[in-house]
């Protein structure tokens, strides 16, 4: 298994234009979150989903969108960057158990840098 | 106030020390992850616990529903063990998988 995968790794943007950072992952879990890591702060919620075509805000969603069509993918989309949009993102993933505890599986990362 | 307190927010040990990192929360959990996170960025999941103790390896994680308060341990610590450790809990007021992260602890250990 691939795991959790993210493109790109790296990715510099002007101020207004738009992106897409694509997360995938091959191991049927349910749920799927992105997150964005800034120096200072825990990891904070953007968007997330329970399952192909349902998602939900987090914490910090403006200026993000999220779809769900598969149960594999969960892409981020920028709709017009700005420079607070500068951080490292990850894509995380986990199976829902009865329990309610699920661990947490994550990308490599993505570092994006507005400029 | 964050929900996720850690501490301490920096470490530094000598090889071959034991090594407590502490976090508390403030909220009712359902589950509380120790993750780790190294230079490079990757992020992996260490344990998730929602009672009493588990261990793996040269690490050690316990945790106390009552005190709202849970210990992550490195026993003979190695400067492989140099990364930043970040405490999550999920709060059962919560729908999803929806995790509350601290701030990390970074921990460097010199050999």
């Known amino acids: 298994n691939a795991g959790v995968t993210q493109t790109p790794k790296f990715q510099v943007l002007k101020t207004g234009q738009s992106m897409t950072l694509q997360c995938a992952q091959d191991?049927?879990?349910?749920?799927m979150s992105w997150y964005r890591q800034d120096p200072g702060m825990g990891l904070r919620l953007i968007h997330y989903s329970v399952g192909a075509g349902i998602t939900d805000q987090g914490e910090v969603p403006n200026g993000y969108n999220v779809s769900r069509s598969t149960t594999e993918d969960f892409p981020l989309r920028l709709l017009s960057a700005a420079p607070s949009q500068t951080s490292v993102y990850f894509c995380?993933?986990?199976?829902?158990?009865?329990?309610?505890?699920?661990?947490?599986?994550f990308g490599p990362g993505t570092r994006l840098t507005v400029t | 106030k964050n929900e996720v307190e850690q501490s301490p927010q920096n470490l530094t040990a000598q090889e071959g020390e034991f090594i407590t990192i502490n976090c508390s929360y403030s909220?009712?959990?359902?589950?509380l992850h120790w993750l780790q996170q190294h230079p490079g960025g990757g992020i992996v999941s260490l344990f998730m616990l929602s009672s009493g103790k588990k261990k793996h390896g040269r690490l050690i994680a316990t945790i106390n529903i009552q005190e709202k308060h849970s210990s992550l341990h490195i026993t003979a610590s190695h400067p492989r063990d140099s990364a930043v450790y970040i405490c999550?809990?999920?709060?059962?007021?919560?729908?999803?998988?929806?995790?509350?992260f601290g701030e990390g602890t970074q921990l460097t250990v010199n050999p």
């Open positions: 999550a809990v999920r709060s059962w007021e919560t729908s999803g998988s929806r995790l509350t």
């Open positions: 909220v009712g959990i359902s589950a």
């Open positions: 191991m049927n879990h349910e749920y």
């Open positions: 995380a993933s986990s199976y829902g158990g009865a329990s309610g505890g699920y661990e947490q599986y």
